[in-house]
């Protein structure tokens, strides 16, 4: 956590933070999301000009957005960063992503970075 209210240190904005936490507001997290190959043409999975919105696959309720995607050789998919709701965000969760063009697309969270890091 880069700026967490827990944290003994002062900083820029930590009242702001802990003053959000005490209120109970949303709590999110920045995640990666990996778009399944099994729905079609991925020629408009581009850059976004506004982000899109993140539902929970099996409820349907707005959970996050998308803030930028774009295609992964290395991993052999389209990938996406994305900000949800906490309780969204272990790895796996499934997730629809309702993009612009080409309609809800199937996504699964993914933890940051999407490669194994090197020893």
């Not at 696959?57 to 774009?70: E, H, K, P, Q, R």
Request: charged share 20%; with cysteine; glycine share 10%.
């Amino acid at each position: 956590k880069w700026c967490s209210p827990d944290k003994a240190a002062d900083f820029v904005g930590k009242a702001a933070l802990q003053r959000l936490v005490a209120e109970g507001a949303p709590r999110r997290s920045v995640v990666g999301l990996q778009f399944s190959a099994d729905e079609g043409d991925d020629a408009g999975l581009g850059p976004l000009w506004k982000p899109w919105k993140v539902q929970a696959a099996d409820s349907g309720d707005a959970i996050g957005f998308v803030t930028s995607v774009c295609f992964s050789p290395a991993v052999g998919a389209h990938l996406a960063i994305a900000t949800i709701d906490v309780e969204s965000s272990a790895d796996g969760t499934a997730v629809t992503v309702e993009t612009t063009g080409l309609g809800p697309r199937s996504a699964v969270v993914r933890k940051l970075p999407f490669l194994p890091r090197k020893a």
